[in-house]
């Protein structure tokens, strides 16, 4: 256990995992998929494009960007964390962030911004892959899942954008 702020962290050895999701990890990664299929879907379904829909699964996502790039820097400082806080994990940890403020500041052009955050989610993605040890293999497989849903999802809304 580390004491990091007050907060007392308890990291869980690689083998503790198990190889099954929980209903609850189920239930709260389908829920973050809403705000990603909602917007293709309602567009799609009225066949009419609503740019302010587009701009918040845009919003949305630039958000889960920020989230994962916290999420790693997170991982990466306690002690005994299979990540160490390095320069490489420290660093690479900023970089979604600031890809998503980037993304927020693309407000005027949602194509623009929709390409920012689907770079800070294949970004994310291939910094959980590859620089992170520890993670059990069904995280892995869903990250994967859950980046692909969001970047098709946000390559649909710019399609329907060109075609309605």
Request: charged share 10%; proline share 6%; with cysteine.
């Amino acid at each position: 256990m580390d004491n990091i702020w007050g907060a007392t962290v308890e990291m869980l050895p690689a083998e503790n995992h198990t190889t099954k999701q929980s209903a609850a990890v189920s239930l709260s990664v389908l829920l973050r998929l809403i705000p990603f299929l909602s917007a293709p879907l309602l567009m799609a379904a009225t066949q009419t494009f609503y740019p302010e829909v587009a701009h918040a699964q845009m919003v949305y996502g630039a958000s889960i960007v920020s989230f994962l790039g916290g999420a790693r820097w997170g991982f990466a400082i306690p002690t005994g964390s299979p990540a160490k806080p390095d320069w490489v994990n420290l660093g690479n940890s900023v970089v979604p962030s600031l890809l998503a403020w980037l993304a927020l500041l693309c407000r005027d052009n949602i194509t623009e911004g929709a390409l920012v955050v689907i770079m800070g989610l294949g970004l994310s993605l291939h910094y959980d892959l590859t620089l992170l040890p520890g993670y059990p293999n069904w995280f892995r497989a869903m990250r994967t899942v859950l980046t692909l849903v969001a970047t098709f999802s946000l390559v649909a809304t710019l399609a329907l954008k060109s075609l309605l």
